[in-house]
């Protein structure tokens, strides 16, 4: 019996391996994420203005409406369109290219952003930042 499940696991094991080396990897999964580190930071900024405003972080429509966030992003010229960046978009694509969130704490104070590519082979890798202002970089496990 022993025999059978270690003969099941080796099995199941080979597989993982076959199957992940077949699938397309990211080859460059910091240059996905460094393209990132721009936009966060004008995010981190644009929510503590935004902070000192209102009191409390703001959600991604008012984050993508305040004034502020959209100086901050014309403001910084690495966050042109040039490949390999990202810039601020629309309120209903603030991340071309990337899947945004903003989470806030239920009191206004705190808040919590990720952003992750959403097209192969990159898919999934990305950055995560918090009120903190430390940016975090992401990617899936292998």
Known sequence: MKRLALLILLFATAHLIFAQDSAQT???????????????????????????????????S??????????L???????????????IGTADDPL???TLRIVLGSDGNSYFITATKKDAPCKRVGAMTDERGLIFFVEPLR
């Open 62 to 71: 008012e984050l993508m409406n305040f004034e502020e966030t959209k100086k």
């Open 96 to 98: 071309p290219g990337y």
């Open 26 to 60: 990211c080859s460059s999964p910091r240059q996905a994420q460094g393209a990132l580190v721009g936009a966060i930071r004008v995010m981190n900024t644009a929510e503590v203005r935004y902070y000192a405003v209102n009191k409390r972080y703001a959600s991604m």
């Open 73 to 87: 992003a014309a403001d910084r010229e690495y966050l042109l369109p040039v490949e390999g960046s990202v810039g």
